[in-house]
């Protein structure tokens, strides 16, 4: 069976590289930085490891897999877990692909050849908001945040806007919750970035705007044409409550 319940034990990564070279290199570099890596090479085994050997706090997953390509594998999990965060790797940098995996419910996309740094870096803010998501839902009341009909649960990972309810990643809600919480105010992509990916803000990265697109299919009447999460050209992004005609 499916779980997100997460031990008190050292952060376990689900590895999922078909690329055998590649594979060593990201075991061998997680590892030493002390995570506990599980190493599937197609995707139905990452499935089935899912289920038979988790919980995880975090998952690398590749594109390109034997069986299940990486969209199929992030679309099993978020079936069953919509906290965990989802790392897509992918030698596949059209945005029509990274707009998939985020549509597959994955938080954060990194393209091939990457920065062993920088990946480093993404795996280990993921696995700090599942410690830290952890233990506020063991000790804590549900956090919850309203703005104008958008109301998000972040315990329970809904959005609800009026009759309708969507389920949210655990991204998904940090992201809102940093708009929710000034409604109409700008909040600049360096901000996002270090708040809520924990990357530095001279990161290169098309993750947010790839990111929001998804977050319109939710929220917008036509995401086309966009009037509650809207995009500041050079600043950032805000919620614009404001009566529409």
Known sequence: MMTAQLQQAPCRLLLVEDEPHLAFTLRLNLEAEGFEVIYAADGAQAVQDFSTKGPFHAIILDVMLPELDG???????????ARIGILMLTARTGENDRLLGFEAGVDDYIA???????????????????????????????????????HLDCNQLTLTQGEKTNTVTKLEADFLRELMSSPGQVISREHLLENVWGLRATTETRTIDNFVVRLRKMIEVDPKVPSILISVRGKGYKLDLSPKK
């Open 71 to 81: 969209f199929a594998v992030a679309r099993a999990i978020r079936h069953h877990d």
């Open 112 to 150: 091939k050849p990457f920065h062993l740094q920088e990946l480093l870096a993404r795996v280990r803010r993921m696995t700090e908001r599942a410690a830290l998501y952890q233990s506020k839902t063991s000790t804590a009341k549900s956090e919850q945040f309203s703005a104008g009909d958008l």
